[in-house]
Structure formats: C-alpha cells, structure tokens
C-alpha cells in the first residue's frame, strides 16, 4: 500500500508569499525521500532530495523539513512565483519511487 | 542535453488492440524505469532495468503487460489485449545507475475506447 500521503489536495498562495506543502509517511524504516514538481503534460521533475540522517535540506528558494519522530516531511517554498503552480508529490526513494498522491499549487495574484 | 524522450506522445487505440510504447533514456543511464499515472494520481512503479534485465517487475498489474530492453538502451512497454481501465499516462524514467535521480520523460497518453 500506499506509504507516502499529501495532507490537502490542492493549495492557493499568494504570489509573494510563502507555500508549505506537508507531506506524511507510515514506515519509520522509510530513509529516502523525494520531493517532486509536475506541471501539466510533463514528467514530474526533481526538486530537492533528503536522508534520514538530516532534518533540513536547503536549496535554492525551496526548503525540505524532516521530523522522523512524527514521520512527516513538507516542502517550502519562499516568494512563491506563478512559475511555481504546478502538483507537488513527496515521494520515497527505494530504487523504484513511490509517490504520493500530490497537492496542486495555485497562484494567487 | 538530450532528455528522456518517449513516443507516441499520444496514443488512442480500441478496447482488445494491441500497443508499444517507447522510451529512450539519457545516454548512458544504465537504469530504466516504467511508471503508470492515472488522472487525479501520484505515478506507480511498473518495471525497472538495470541493463538489458528486468530487475523489478513487481508492478506490473497482470500479464497483459510486458516491457523489453534488448540492448540496454532503449524499452518498449508492450500491452496485449488492451482495456479501458490501462488508460493512463505511461511514464518512463532513467538514471545513471539504480541509486542516482531519476529523470522522467513526459509520459505517453494512452487512450483505450
């Protein structure tokens, strides 16, 4: 079954402000994760990865949050951009990718 | 450079038919992966190669389904006696070796009336 969850299936942001897509797993051995942006009629492309061994992971305007204690991850997002609207899946690395079910971003103007 | 490409973009075919679909990966990526997405959902795993070998093929839903890699490059995705329930993007995804990023191509539509 199914190992990684979105909370909410869609999400309107302000263009400016910052998004928060939360994410949460059911396997505590679960040690790889992925976040992933889809825009419509393209495969889901990469955003920014994460290891259990970590709790924060930085990239450019996006961060990943890890609590393993409460086996949640989200992503943020900060100035959110209309280039950012898009489905954001969080998903689990084990060789083959188990995604989610993914949260559609909307901009706001 | 080059990404993964995959043809048709678009393929509508009748419920009993029989369809190919095909995916080139990066050059080089030794990994190959199937994914099917249907609307509203997250993709889910089909197949996975490493090489000219089908290393996983723990996702594929019955034995409709079939997919090739003879020369460790290219796959075809192969499905026999297709039904209005495999209508799905198919996606293919490859990577330089089976723990590296993945890089997905932009699916194949199918439509099965």
């Known amino acids: 079954g199914e190992s990684v969850g979105l909370h909410l299936p869609t999400l309107s942001v302000q263009e400016g402000d910052n998004s928060i897509i939360n994410c949460a797993y059911s396997n505590s051995a679960s040690d790889y994760f992925i976040w992933y942006k889809q825009e419509s009629g393209k495969g889901p492309q990469f955003i920014i990865d994460?290891?259990?061994?970590?709790d924060k992971r930085q990239g450019q305007r996006v961060t990943v949050l890890l609590n393993k204690t409460v086996k949640h991850l989200s992503l943020q997002i900060a100035a959110t951009q209309p280039g950012d609207s898009a489905v954001y899946f969080c998903?689990?690395?084990?060789?083959?990718?188990?995604f989610g079910k993914g949260t559609r971003l909307h901009i706001l103007p | 450079g080059a990404g993964v490409s995959q043809t048709p973009s678009n393929k509508v075919t009748e419920k009993g038919k029989y369809v190919e679909l095909r995916c080139d990966p990066i050059s080089g990526h030794t990994a190959l992966y199937w994914y099917r997405q249907s609307l509203g959902q997250g993709p889910e795993f089909l197949i996975y190669?490493?090489?000219?070998?089908?290393?996983?093929d723990s996702g594929l839903p019955n034995d409709r389904f079939f997919a090739v890699r003879p020369e460790g490059s290219v796959s075809t995705l192969k499905i026999q006696r297709t039904e209005r329930g495999d209508s799905a993007v198919y996606l293919c995804?490859?990577?330089?070796?089976?723990?590296?990023?993945?890089?997905f191509g932009p699916g194949t539509r199918l439509t099965v009336l």
């Open positions: 998903a689990e690395n084990r060789g083959k990718i188990i």
């Open positions: 995804a490859s990577s330089q070796d089976s723990h590296n990023e993945q890089f």
């Open positions: 190669f490493q090489g000219t070998g089908a290393a996983d």
């Open positions: 994460i290891r259990s061994n970590m």
